[in-house]
């Protein structure tokens, strides 16, 4: 909820300053893995100490926040009214932190390596809702997972378009199958 509120303030706040502001959504790579192998305990110190790790790396008056299980959201605030350079901004933020969580971690001892996945959209007006910078952020973080992980993508309208067409055409093969539309031939 406190996130929400940040993220409605900041969009406001970019609006009025015509400034960018940046969402980038954080994944953990393969946490589920570790939980299963080493257990919730290991997997609870890995979450404090990734989360210690990006404390360190944001600003004075940006936001971060778990949104639960493994994943992170930090918000960018007041960054540039030049779109490419806050661009930049972002991701030379994401690339630092992609570093910082691919360090090696120490839990109870046992050394052990993680990567992330970051998807990052841009803002600087209030013409979208926060659930919508959110579903964003999200769809380029599962772009960055499906790339090979330990990578960080941007958000573009495109990836909108190809899940909705991905969508409609599930949902027609679901039609077809249900219908028995469908003849096998093999």
Partial sequence: KLLI???NQARLQSGRHQQFGGLLLIDLDHFKTLNDTLGHG???????????????????????ARLGGDE??????N???????AAVVCETV????????HQPYILEGIPYQSTASIGITLFNSDAIS????????DLAMYKSKESGRNALSFFDPQME??????????EEIRRGIDERQFVVYY
């Avoid at 994401?94 to 969580?101: A, D, M, S």
């Fill in 5 to 7: 509120n940040h993220l």
């Fill in 42 to 64: 290991m997997g609870d110190i890995l979450l404090k100490q990734a989360s210690e790790r990006l404390i360190r790396l944001i600003r004075e008056g940006d936001s971060i």
């Fill in 72 to 77: 992170f959201v930090i918000l960018l605030t």
């Fill in 79 to 85: 960054l540039t009214q030049d779109e490419k350079h």
């Fill in 94 to 101: 994401g690339k630092t932190i992609l570093n910082e969580l």
């Fill in 130 to 137: 926060d659930d919508e910078l959110m579903k964003q952020a």
């Fill in 161 to 170: 378009s190809a899940l909705r067409e991905r969508s409609k055409l599930e």
